[in-house]
């Protein structure tokens, strides 16, 4: 008998929401191979959640979600080549300490740790560092369930095609249980934060993103400056802070009392401009010595939505301060900076930074605050420049656009047609941003 529809998923952001005929939480690739095979069989379709970190509807169905959950376990670590196979399921945050007690680490992350190890590579969620790829650039090898109910291993030897299109999928190819990823060793970060003006980033951004091997900044809509964040490994001993810094720094001022303020601001919009006079006098520099994990990862326990988009990297300097000029108009100018960072060009056909170096521009609003004219405003800049919004982040583009965007576009989709030929992983995104199945 089937379970009733009666259990909703809800994303982290809470603007995304779908009702499932059935929720599964499979233990082993088998497992997921037969409901796979028996939802294709009943005309289902089948979606995978992870932490639900995704703006995005990638994520939704009304038919059967899975949880990767219990696939979480590191089974296989070679120390030659510091390679290690883990389930797709892991969480970030379980596979940096995972990783570290075996010496190692990933050599790059974003600023939080709760998404799957699938869902932040199936949407080439990225760190920052002008030299460093995306997180599914470490990938060498994955096991995947396809559309049919079978299962490949793929690698650069084994189906090649399906390794290249697969690292970056949105879901769309098939469900992936075993990720094989390229480490690092250990290492340890000097991180240095503090204030600069806005005007002398840009203008030396390319000495800016060489500054340091992990180089970003934040810039909050009337300031004129930019709060830089400079990560530099270092051969210094790790000295992480303790447990009354840690509350005071990020529980107290980066969460508990931006959200009083992001509060007070949706109820009393007129009061921004006082509430970022408190922000900028609670900013300070700060210098901090840890583990690489734990200086790239931050609580974010502030709930927003988030657009993002890459662009060519030349062109950063210049969207930021059309996006400045644009925020000014607003009627209701975001509290919320905006966050930039690059990275380096990759081979991955639907990677965002395919084929480019890549500048990224992240814009954020408050949960409750209406975001529509902000969103579509930035992203009408983005398209200037032929921007890729970020997979698992809100935008408005459609698969007849995004297309041109990537050269690489028909490959992957000769791929999808050959995995998911009955079209058992789509749902209404996917519909709208690659297209039906060909």
């Not at 990677?351 to 529509?372: C, D, K, L, M």
């Not at 982040?393 to 047609?417: C, I």
Request: charged share 25%; glycine share 8%; proline share 5%.
């Amino acid at each position: 008998m089937r379970a009733k529809r009666d259990r909703a998923f809800v994303n982290w952001g809470r603007n995304q929401r779908c009702l499932p005929v059935e929720w599964r939480s499979p233990t082993s690739t088998t497992e997921v191979a037969e409901i796979v095979a028996g939802a294709a069989a009943r005309g289902e379709r089948v979606k995978v959640v992870g932490a639900g970190h995704s703006f995005t509807a990638a994520a939704c169905t009304d038919g059967v979600l899975l949880s990767l959950d219990h696939l979480d376990q590191l089974t296989d670590h070679d120390p030659d080549t510091r390679e290690v196979t883990v389930g797709a399921g892991i969480r970030l945050s379980a596979l940096n300490e995972a990783l570290h007690a075996l010496g190692l680490a990933m050599p790059n992350l974003g600023d939080i740790a709760y998404q799957s190890l699938a869902g932040a590579t199936a949407t080439a969620t990225h760190g920052t560092g002008v030299s460093l790829g995306n997180l599914s650039t470490n990938i060498v090898g994955f096991e995947i369930v396809t559309g049919t109910g079978d299962v490949m291993w793929c690698d650069a030897t084994s189906n090649p095609d399906v390794f290249t299109a697969g690292r970056v999928s949105i879901g769309a190819l098939g469900i992936i249980t075993r990720i094989r990823l390229r480490c690092v060793p250990s290492f340890v970060l000097r991180a240095a934060e503090g204030a600069e003006r806005l005007d002398d980033v840009l203008d030396d951004w390319d000495g800016f993103v060489a500054s340091a091997r992990h180089a970003e900044f934040f810039h909050f809509f009337g300031a004129r400056t930019a709060f830089t964040k400079r990560n530099q490994p270092t051969d210094e001993a790790e000295q992480p802070p303790t447990r009354l810094q840690f509350f005071l720094e990020k529980d107290l001022a980066e969460n508990g009392a931006f959200e009083v303020a992001n509060r007070i601001v949706r109820r009393f919009p007129s009061q921004r401009k006082r509430m970022l006079g408190l922000i900028g006098k609670a900013t300070s520099s700060r210098e901090v010595v840890d583990r690489s994990y734990r200086v790239f990862a931050s609580p974010r326990r502030v709930r927003f939505v988030e657009m993002e988009y890459g662009l060519p990297f030349d062109a950063v300097p210049e969207a930021v301060q059309r996006v400045r000029a644009m925020a000014a108009d607003l009627d209701r100018t975001p509290l919320f900076p905006i966050e930039v960072r690059a990275s380096a060009a990759d081979d991955i056909p639907l990677s965002t930074a395919e084929g480019r170096r890549s500048g990224w521009i992240a814009v954020h609003q408050y949960i409750g605050i209406p975001f529509g004219d902000y969103f579509r405003a930035v992203e009408a800049i983005m398209d200037d420049y032929e921007g890729r919004p970020h997979w698992g982040k809100m935008h408005g583009q459609t698969h007849d656009v995004l297309r041109e965007r990537y050269p690489r576009w028909d490959e992957f989709a000769k791929v999808r047609s050959v995995l998911d030929p009955q079209g058992v992983f789509r749902n209404d995104y996917l519909d709208r941003v690659l297209g039906p199945v060909i």
